[in-house]
């Protein structure tokens, strides 16, 4: 299966929490191909996902049909998912694993709200390590991302106050770490589980390297980010 973070996208449900790693997993192949397997016999409308169930210790199996929430449009008269979907045509892993999730956690109301640690973990078993954001840290937080980095690890983050740019709690991740040798300057690519920006931002007055800069892509400086964000978010396999 293809999947790519452009597959995921929040619906009516406050559960970026759980949607920021369902991004991350389609970076990890095998891992992804673990919770959304690839042998599932389509035509029959049953479906299984697995999810790491910590006070257990063990991945659970989840079954569901291929049925979606949907609402038609009075305009258009289109029909429309109502909670997950995805940026691309026939793309549907995202907001079937959504549903699974719920069965999981008996309805998807139970969905809203909740701490990206525990999405991460339930689907990839990893924990996740929780950093303070101040403008004062920005050591701590280039060393931690920088790390992160090279390991390859989930990075989110929550952000202090709603901009044009970003809603306030709404969590975001951190796609790619670049580092600039010509001036020292360590940006991040940020994406985000909804159509919460546009990619451009006036956040910073500085312009990415050419190599960086891409249509509805945000690219922030390591420093502008510490002035905007609150807990970072960093995953440990």
Not at 9 to 25: K, M, N, R, T, Y
Not at 56 to 67: A, P, S, T, Y
Not at 106 to 124: F, K, M, P, R
Request: glycine residues 8%; contains cysteine; charged residues 25%.
């Amino acid at each position: 299966m293809d999947a790519s973070p452009s597959d995921v996208i929040q619906g009516d449900l406050d559960d970026c929490w759980f949607l920021a790693p369902a991004a991350f997993l389609t970076q990890k192949p095998d891992l992804f191909s673990f919770v959304v397997p690839s042998n599932q016999d389509i035509e029959s409308g049953i479906l299984h996902f697995r999810f790491w169930q910590e006070d257990e210790g063990l991945w659970v199996d989840v079954v569901i049909d291929d049925r979606l929430p949907a609402q038609q449009d009075e305009i258009t008269g289109n029909w429309n998912l109502i909670y997950a979907r995805s940026g691309q045509d026939q793309q549907y892993w995202c907001p079937l694993l959504e549903k699974a999730f719920a069965k999981l956690n008996e309805s998807y109301d139970n969905l809203n709200g909740a701490n990206v640690s525990e999405g991460l973990q339930c689907l990839t078993s990893y924990k996740c390590q929780e950093v303070e954001i101040y403008e004062d840290n920005l050591n701590e937080i280039l060393n931690v991302i920088t790390e992160g980095g090279k390991n390859g690890s989930f990075m989110g983050f929550n952000v202090k106050h709603t901009s044009p740019e970003f809603r306030r709690r709404h969590i975001y991740t951190i796609g790619e770490v670049y580092h600039d040798d010509s001036d020292g300057t360590c940006w991040l690519k940020i994406h985000g589980a909804s159509d919460s920006f546009t990619g451009s931002s006036g956040l910073d007055t500085r312009t990415p390297p050419s190599e960086l800069s891409a249509e509805n892509e945000l690219w922030l400086p390591v420093d502008e980010f510490c002035g905007i964000g609150e807990i970072l978010f960093v995953s440990h396999s």
